[in-house]
């Protein structure tokens, strides 16, 4: 599924008389030559993966928004004089290698050429195999570009929350992205019959997990601020019969904050929670960290140029914090960034009713094609 909504999104960018390339992880590049095409470019770009039991929009917007920017500037007859460059990260979503953002880390060098090895899906194979089958050949050592090859940044998405949609305001300039950790936690009891085992010889391994998944809510409600936000949304329980007592569980947690320095608080109390857990069920527990990224603080130029692409169509915006996390808090390391964002229904994301309105779409996109040729001047 995932190749074939590449092969079709390959060629509508071929279709606008974009240069296309991809990387050896994956990430396509459709360039819209500018005059002097030696100058850095100005990039815009987003995902087309999903999570599981998910909706349409999250990354597609800015994808297929962005190529229809370049499209709308094309159809003016503007000619920018830097390239602007479309860019589809791989695998922005942990749902196949366990981490998000994979290829725009690669691309930032947040992560790299062990990837190959070092990540795997849930079938065992290896990053480097599955992207080979894929056609992505190659080291990934090239995927990797350097501070100053864009000269500017720009991602368009739904706000993946309510607060646009509740101001009645169209537009929203991100100007920070919050910082997003994730681990994974494994837990060892002792499994047994779910009959003959009294109480008080049980080494229940789901019970500890519940605990910490607890321990995980209260970690975040606890630090007083309401940008403390902890998720334990997968929980794998073994042997998973209902007349066996779990001997092993393998849960994964999504802690995130505005503010590293609280996220990590929170992450220490999970620590605390997970150890006198472990001593007091006697189990044994093991934390497995899989990212813990600063925040991002986007560029005021970038913001500048959002801002006055707005105002020149007389829509209203509000400036806000991007509490999801998303290519851009990579693309920011090596290039000035900002994002847009557009609401959606009830805030909703990351379901299947997930929906953005094609007049909002629109707008994202006039604001964003109005942007980069603004920064492409
Ligand atoms: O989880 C996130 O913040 C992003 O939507 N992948
Ligand atoms: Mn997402
Ligand atoms: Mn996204």
Redo the contacts with the bound molecule.
Sequence with gaps: TDRAARAWFKARCTDAGLTVREDAVGNTFARFAGTDPALPAIATGS?IDA?PHAGRY??TVGVLGGLEAIRALQRAGIRPRRSIELIQFTS???TRFGI??LGSRLLCGSRDASADETLCDKDNQTLNEARGAAGFGGSLNGVRLAQGHYAGFIELHIE?GPLLERAGIPLGIVTAI?A?ASLRIFIDGEGGHAGAVLMPDRRDAFLAAAEIALAVEAAAKGTGSRDSVGTCGLCEVFPGAVNSIPSRVRMEL?V?DTSEARRETMLAKIALGCQEVALRRGVTIRREMINADPPAQCDPAVVAALRAAASQHHFKFQEMV?????DSLFMSRIAPTAMLFIPCRGGV??RPDEYASPEAIAQGTLVLAEALAELAR
Excluded at 322 to 326: D, P, Q, T
């Design positions: 995902h999570i999250d990354g922005e979503e942990p998000g953002c993946q919050a997003p999504d995130r991007s509490r999801a996390y998303h994301s990351h």
